[in-house]
């Protein structure tokens, strides 16, 4: 019942910018807090950025402080990753997820706490 669509991805230089867009079905109503993780080759699946139901509260790794944005349009039920000054240790495929939302304002950066993903969206920065 629960479709995530990842999009936006691509080839950038380093130092540019991407938007990821990970849109969800109309009937998405319990799995509002929704999270961004990437992979690379060789190396486990990494949490990047969650954003809560309300739009209110995000949480970040430490990687992408300063440099990406996690945002929501819950009229177009999208959220968004804006991802700037990327470095090519940024290459990966990328995923969104979504999870429940118990509260407003829950945020959730534990893989296993995810129950819906999106099938990813390659992202590779060139040096």
């Known amino acids: 019942q629960v479709q995530l669509v990842e999009s936006g991805g691509g080839l950038v230089q380093a130092g540019g910018s991407l938007r990821l867009s990970c849109a969800a079905s109309g009937r998405t109503f319990s799995t509002a807090v929704v999270g961004w993780f990437r992979q690379a080759p060789g190396k486990e699946r990494e949490f990047v950025a969650t954003i809560s139901w309300s739009g209110d509260v995000t949480e970040y790794t430490a990687s992408v402080m300063g440099r990406f944005t996690i945002s929501r349009d819950k009229a177009k039920n999208t959220v968004y990753l804006q991802m700037n000054n990327l470095k090519p240790e940024d290459t990966a495929v990328y995923y969104c997820?979504?999870?429940?939302?118990?509260?407003?304002?829950?945020?959730?950066?534990?893989?296993?706490?995810?129950?819906?993903w999106g099938q990813g969206t390659q992202v590779t920065v060139s040096s």
């Open positions: 997820a979504a999870a429940f939302a118990y509260n407003s304002n829950r945020i959730v950066r534990s893989e296993s706490d995810y129950f819906f």
